[in-house]
T-cell receptor, first 113, second 112 residues
Framework: AAGVIQSPRHLIKEKRETATLKCYPIPRHDTVYWYQQGPGQDPQFLISFYEKMQSDKGSIPDRFSAQQFSDYHSELNMSSLELGDSALYFC????????????FGPGTRLTVT | KQEVTQIPAALSVPEGENLVLNCSFTDSAIYNLQWFRQDPGKGLTSLLLIQSSQREQTSGRLNASLDKSSGRSTLYIAASQPGDSATYLCAAAGGSQGNLIFGKGTKLSVKP
């Protein structure tokens, strides 16, 4: 069965640079979520999209933005990167017919130096 | 604001034991509750989903229960195996699209 795809899997950036993370949800899933997991921490909800519209917003910094495109893939754009942004970034997808059970991608490990 | 707590933070058991992981949440207005497994540095694997109207769900050696009125869920693992060693995360779904609020997890170690 198809799973959530994230790219890149690993990313190294310097402070103040920008980064773009991509997420391809499971086909026919209508909702995409982004989570951030810092070292030794639990995942924190950042933002979600339903049918290409932003639906919920969590602890997403103003330096970050996200969008979902017509083909349902989503991108998380991160600017003015800080050392504290180093984390695993997960994308998840779900469907209303699937009772919103969330399926997670493998994550993108972002390291800011 | 929803808060999810998991007890214990870590658990070490010999192979073959049955064990229970506990999860509590402060806001009973949840859409559903999911249990995940996470191996070190890896992604999250969904184990069980319990809808808010359900009391329990079973999958193989795993059984999860939900008591919304008391704000509690438990994950029961029968006949534990060394391959069960991982961190187990409980997450309560809320918001308009069921965004998840996670507990800090229980790190399970099953000794051969």
């Amino acid at each position: 069965a198809a799973g959530v795809i994230q790219s890149p899997r690993h990313l190294i950036k310097e402070k103040r640079e920008t980064a773009t993370l991509k997420c391809y949800p499971i086909p026919r899933h209508d909702t995409v979520y982004w989570y951030q997991q810092g070292p030794g921490q639990d995942p924190q909800f950042l933002i979600s999209f339903y049918e290409k519209m932003q639906s919920d917003k969590g602890s997403i910094p103003d330096r970050f933005s996200a969008q979902q495109f017509s083909d349902y893939h989503s991108e998380l754009n991160m600017s003015s990167l800080e050392l504290g942004d180093s984390a695993l970034y997960f994308c998840a997808s779900s469907s209303q017919t699937g009772l919103y059970e969330q399926y997670f991608g493998p994550g993108t490990r972002l390291t800011v130096t | 604001k929803q808060e999810v707590t998991q007890i214990p933070a870590a658990l070490s058991v010999p192979e073959g034991e049955n064990l229970v992981l506990n999860c509590s949440f402060t806001d009973s207005a949840i859409y559903n509750l999911q249990w995940f497994r996470q191996d070190p540095g890896k992604g999250l694997t969904s184990l069980l989903l319990i809808q808010s109207s359900q009391r329990e769900q079973t999958s193989g050696r795993l059984n999860a229960s939900l008591d919304k009125s008391s704000g509690r869920s438990t994950l029961y693992i029968a006949a534990s195996q060394p391959g069960d060693s991982a961190t187990y995360l409980c997450a309560a779904a809320g918001g308009s699209q069921g965004n998840l609020i996670f507990g800090k997890g229980t790190k399970l170690s099953v000794k051969p």
